[in-house]
């Protein structure tokens, strides 16, 4: 991985939903989960660039145990000093991730944990979704006002909005059971006030999904491990599959608009080249 983006656009790399669990141990007593997240990792660290900062949006262990978040670390530890944000998804405990990455002050000490980041020209500004003891997302009136405040601060400067439930329905029906059930609506009327809002990023789905949201793009990508069964009936049954794992980095060109790309994580054949002595390989 280079040490610095060749033309100086800035890389937000998202990853989401790892689950991970303490060593050894089976996601739904069939999925070890942690060596899907170091591949993840070490694809991130072949890519030919660099990125500015990576965003975990939730879900980052399976039952937010300490044992599990110190699992997680020593899965993170060779993205070395790429700086690295985390959000809390369902399956995390807040005071839990807080002991846990002492060190990343961004996470506050109590609350809701909401933070708003530089990363390179863009700016990072988090929700947190979690609705303790449950599956479902909620945003109440006070972390809206504080999106809402520092949105305002933030007006002449790209922004993404990262967050662990998707604020839209999927299709998937029994995904959107447990889906972002308060502040969506609000959440939406607020983004529509703020055209430098480049993108709403989400986790929780396990799948890419991107739908118009605000007068942006709201999204969710698939996870480094297991991925939800694209079923849209509304009575499908909740279940999962090894699909392919894949994160998403966001590039933000000088003056230009963020382009998202969906990368697959692993080790494939190639790069093989198209032409040969400056011709098309025939």
Request: aromatic share 6%.
């Amino acid at each position: 991985m280079n040490s610095r983006n060749d033309n100086e656009m800035t890389l937000l790399l998202q990853l989401s939903d790892p689950h991970i669990r303490e060593p050894g141990k089976l996601a739904y007593g069939r999925i070890n989960t942690a060596p899907y997240l170091a591949q993840a990792v070490q694809t991130i660290l072949h890519q030919p660039q660099r990125p500015d900062a990576i965003v975990i949006t939730g879900d980052l262990t399976d039952f937010g145990r300490a044992t599990e978040y110190e699992h997680l670390q020593s899965l993170l530890a060779p993205l070395g000093d790429v700086p690295l944000y985390l959000l809390p998804g369902n399956h995390d405990e807040r005071q839990q991730l807080r002991a846990s990455f002492s060190t990343h002050a961004y996470l506050g000490t109590e609350g809701f944990v909401q933070y708003s980041v530089p990363v390179g020209e863009l700016q990072l500004v988090t929700l947190d979704t979690v609705t303790p003891g449950e599956s479902h997302g909620t945003l109440c009136h006070q972390r809206l006002a504080w999106l809402e405040e520092e949105l305002e601060k933030q007006r002449h400067k790209p922004v993404v909005i990262a967050m662990h439930h998707p604020p839209f329905q999927t299709l998937i029906g029994h995904m959107d059971k447990i889906g972002l059930l308060t502040g969506a609506p609000e959440l939406e009327a607020i983004v529509a006030r703020f055209p430098n809002v480049e993108r709403v990023i989400c986790g929780h789905l396990h799948r890419s999904i991107q739908v118009r949201f605000g007068g942006t793009i709201a999204s969710t990508v698939p996870s480094p491990a297991h991925q939800v069964c694209l079923d849209i009936d509304p009575n499908a049954a909740s279940a999962w599959t090894l699909e392919p794992p894949s994160y998403a980095l966001h590039a933000l060109p000088q003056g230009g608009r963020l382009v998202s790309h969906l990368a697959a994580s692993g080790a494939f054949e190639g790069p093989f080249p198209f032409h040969e002595g400056g011709k098309l390989i025939d």
